[in-house]
Nanobody
Framework: QLVESGGGTVQPGGSMTLSCAAS????????LTWFRRVPGKGLEWVSS????????WYADSVKGRFTITRDNDKKMLYLQMNSLKPEDTAVYRC???????????????????????WGLGTQVNVSS
């Protein structure tokens, strides 16, 4: 199970941190991803982090503004969002993909079925 929290309303240029709490599976065996859904559009891949927390990936639209981290002891995933823009308004969802041996290639929009666990999402509104 994955449960997101930390959403809300923030002004443009502001910051917000999202959290995703995991339970019921071996957290450290899973790569983790944040997706977002904008009204009227499909899921958009935002950022991923490997199971050890040593490698991260970002969409160009958020690179340099968002930071993904994880705490395997606490079974938590985070997304620090800075310099927020109105176009960041969306429902943000976390997802977990079981990782076997070898380097993980984070599934994006075309491989959503690869994810084993999904959260329901938390709403982020960026508005003045």
């Amino acid at each position: 199970q994955l449960v997101e929290s930390g959403g809300g309303t923030v002004q443009p240029g502001g910051s917000m941190t999202l959290s995703c709490a995991a339970s019921g599976f071996t957290f450290s065996n899973y790569g983790l991803t944040w997706f977002r859904r904008v009204p009227g559009k499909g899921l958009e891949w935002v950022s991923s982090i490997d199971k050890a927390g040593t490698e991260t990936w970002y969409a160009d639209s958020v690179k340099g503004r968002f930071t993904i981290t994880r705490d395997n002891d606490k079974k938590m995933l985070y997304l620090q969002m800075n310099s927020l823009k109105p176009e960041d308004t969306a429902v943000y969802r976390c997802a977990a993909d079981w990782v076997g041996g070898g380097r993980w290639d984070p599934p994006k929009e075309d491989r959503l079925i690869d994810y084993n666990y999904w959260g329901l999402g938390t709403q982020v509104n960026v508005s003045s």
